[in-house]
């Protein structure tokens, strides 16, 4: 099987030892298996990414020695692609407009005393499902900031009682369970696509057959699925490894500066150093 696998970050920091490791075990798949590499920018927040966080990225994964397909796609050349992938899915009824603040949301639930949590927290209580179009006009007509929302219960409604699956390498198939995210927010009016979509959408287009990610984006693997059903896009095979830790047992996160690329270069690391410490020497 020669996969297409890719690596998308966000070029909002420094790449750390973390994603060295994510990168260099997604283009081992790729290379052994006589597949194709992708690098993708995953650039959606504009008031977090910099064209400077995105030169350093390409420059740290060249130094440990990647080397993947031009042009690369940056999501934030595409926001009408996303917008019009909505659009779909509005006019099927899957989608609607969420006029709440996070502090109306935050209020609504705390007054309900078994208020359901998903992976990302408390699910939304569902408040706009049920606005009448002559109500989301007048929002919309007034300017309300607004946040688009799946769905859940009509989604789940198309996929009927057919189970949908995933394949996670190394473990086996695993049965989506996208109705723990509830009413996900989808896109907000200032911001027009969500992480969930414009991954879906673009490892789809770009044709990536296995998805190489941290650990911690397995739950939203069971949400991804749910969209790849509904848009129609084939299903990638997953690998969600382990998250690198420093030597400390830590987990690295994007703040611990000493374990940036960038730091570990200038304090005169060699790659092989690095390609030691995250286990790919
Ligand atoms: N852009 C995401 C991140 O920086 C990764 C997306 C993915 O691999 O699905 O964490």
Not at 173 to 189: N, S
Not at 259 to 269: D, I, P, Q, S, V
């Amino acid at each position: 099987m020669k996969y297409v696998t890719r690596f998308a970050p966000s070029p909002s920091g420094f790449l750390h030892a973390g994603h060295a490791y994510s990168a260099s075990m997604a283009y081992k798949y790729a290379m052994e298996s006589g597949g194709r590499f992708i690098l993708r920018m995953e650039d959606i927040d504009q008031t977090r990414c910099t064209p400077e966080f995105e030169d350093a990225i390409y420059e740290d994964l060249s130094w440990i020695g990647l080397k993947w397909e031009e042009p690369v796609r940056r999501q934030s050349d595409h926001f009408e692609d996303y917008a019009a992938v909505l659009e779909k899915l509005y006019d099927r009824g899957l989608v609607y407009p969420c006029f709440c603040t996070r502090k109306e949301i935050a209020a609504e639930v705390a007054q309900s005393a078994n208020a359901p949590h998903g992976p990302d927290g408390p699910l939304y209580p569902g408040t706009c499902r049920h606005l009448t179009d002559d109500e989301r006009a007048e929002r919309f007509e007034r300017g309300d900031a607004y946040a688009l929302r799946l769905n859940m219960e009509a989604a789940l409604k198309e996929k009927g009682d057919q189970p949908l699956y995933f394949e996670e390498l190394d473990k086996g198939v695993i049965e989506a369970d996208p109705a723990k995210f509830g009413d996900v927010v989808l896109a907000r009016k200032e911001t027009p696509t969500s992480y969930h979509l414009a991954v879906v959408y673009d490892d789809a287009l770009q044709g990536v057959s296995l998805v190489v990610r941290g650990q911690d984006l397995f739950e939203a693997t069971h949400l991804h699925r749910l969209l790849q059903f509904l848009l129609e896009f084939p299903t990638p095979q997953y690998k969600h490894h382990g998250l690198v830790s420093d030597l400390k047992g830590r987990r690295l996160a994007k703040r611990d500066k000493a374990a940036t690329l960038r730091h570990m270069r200038e304090e005169g690391y060699s790659v092989d150093d690095v390609r030691k410490l995250i286990g790919f020497s």
